[in-house]
């Protein structure tokens, strides 16, 4: 699978426990897939922050009406999941989101 | 007497006084409110900028959860890497943003809005709260001897 760095976007939060869960699993579906996140801190850089509140509307559904860590997003087909997800959960929406595009 | 700010959890209420009062008298929410500490209080009640007002310890953030978490339906998670970690954000978060908002959610940038992301939330109206017996960020759970 061709890696997109800019296609999937792991929103995270420094002092996010449920983030410091999901880190390893991004990493193990990297190297098992070969898909890519880019990884955006939002507690410690105001740009990142920027960026996921102008997916508000997206995310927002996706979190039960805030703007939640970790949150998953696939910027083509402007579709977020959020929380802490099982791996084999995270895996389906990433390759789902990838095929789709 | 040593008086003390609190913050209702609900409807973020300031009182200034020896103990917090059992009903909210704005929002009439039961055994919500919470120690607070001069920079929240100030902030919230828009007498204090971001930057100023003096704010609780990582240590006595600890002492805070506790002392509100006694004698209600839910306890401080027994993770205490996870609490540890809660509370290290909460505390960098009053400090760089001046108010104590939840690490694992991002706020808006509109102050009215964001002040529901405020440590504690009012966590009990969240679906994880009725799902899973946590709030969001899994810094209380409900009790499970009741």
Sequence with gaps: MMADKSRLIMFWGRECPHCRIMMPLVERLEREEGVKFQRLEVWHNEENAKKMRA?????????????????????????????????EVLREWALAALKMG | MRKYYFRCTVCNDIHFGVSPPMVCPTCGATRAYVRSDEKEAGVIQGFMAKDEGKTFTASEMSEVFEEFANQQ????????????????????????????????????????????????????????WEEKGECWCGLFVKRRDL
């Design chain 2, 73 to 128: 339906e839910f306890v401080l998670n027994p993770d205490t890497e996870r609490v540890n970690l809660l509370i290290e954000g909460v505390v960098e978060n009053e400090k760089r943003h001046g108010l104590k908002y939840c690490p694992c959610r991002m706020t808006m940038g509109k102050f009215e809005e964001d002040l529901a992301l405020v440590c504690p939330c009012n966590f009990r109206v969240q679906k994880t």
């Design chain 1, 55 to 87: 997916l508000a509307n997206v995310i927002k559904s996706a979190c039960g009406g805030f703007l939640g860590t970790p949150t998953f997003y696939d910027s083509q087909g402007d579709e977020a999941i959020c929380g802490e997800q099982q791996y």
